[in-house]
């Protein structure tokens, strides 16, 4: 079955203590992305990458890292998270040419204590 | 990104139509409309998308204004399990792809309600 897989679902951890959320499709997809979302602001844009060793910002990337060395994973690394960080990750992945649909994880939800 | 403008929400009854209205009066010639759902505790689920012609598949159809300035997502027979948050989106049809255009800029959407 085609999906993105988000691991851990749900985390609660304490500013400062580094973690990482993992994401894999299995589409063989090029596209991969990050997104937050926070009530009221809606679903943001944090990192994408368009290929293998290729990541660019979003639209509010401050505070978080990302890699992408294989093809099928684009992990969110917090070296150093904090409170408003705080929210519902989404990962996504595409294919390829205009206008193909995105596919989404089921969310990771992170509470920076 | 061209700007949608969709009620807040909606609220319809099981095994009837629903319609989506979406208003998009400043889109360009080579944006595309896009459809995406999301239920509740899960990622947003793509719909569908169309650019000039009224498009079919099997979740929904798009029914696209002449003018392109409107476009409403119709699901025929709505279920329970159709009662998600509804964003209609616009995205350049920049062939290349590249940098942000995967982005999608998601807006507050309409909340769909579907009573039993």
């Known amino acids: 079955e085609a999906q993105v897989t988000q691991n851990p679902r749900y985390l609660i951890t304490v500013t400062g203590k580094k973690l990482t959320v993992t994401c894999s499709q299995n589409?063989?997809?090029?596209?991969m992305s990050w997104y937050r979302q926070d009530p009221g602001l809606g679903l943001r844009q944090i990192y994408y990458s368009m290929n293998v060793e290729v990541t660019d910002k979003g639209d509010v990337p401050e505070g978080y890292k990302v890699s992408r060395k294989e093809k099928r994973n684009f992990p969110l690394i917090l070296e150093s998270p904090s409170p408003n960080q705080t929210s519902l990750y989404f990962c996504?992945?595409?294919?390829?040419?205009?206008?193909?649909?995105?596919?989404f994880g089921d969310g990771t939800r992170l509470s920076i204590l | 990104d061209a700007k949608t403008t969709q009620p807040n929400s909606m609220e319809s009854n099981e095994e009837e139509p629903v319609h989506l209205p979406c208003n998009h009066s400043t889109i360009s010639g080579t944006d595309y409309i896009h459809w995406y759902r999301q239920l509740p505790s899960q990622g947003p689920e793509y719909v569908i998308h169309g650019l000039t012609s009224n498009v079919n598949n099997r979740m929904a159809s798009l029914a696209i204004a002449e003018d392109r300035k409107s476009s409403t997502l119709i699901l025929h027979r709505a279920t329970l399990r159709d009662a998600a948050v509804y964003y209609c989106?616009?995205?350049?049809?920049?062939?290349?792809?590249?940098?942000?255009?995967?982005?999608?800029?998601f807006g507050k959407g309409t909340k769909l309600s579907v009573k039993p």
């Open positions: 989106i616009l995205r350049g049809g920049d062939l290349n792809y590249g940098g942000s255009q995967g982005n999608l800029i």
């Open positions: 996504a992945s595409r294919d390829t040419g205009s206008n193909q649909p995105q596919h």
């Open positions: 589409m063989n997809h090029e596209y």
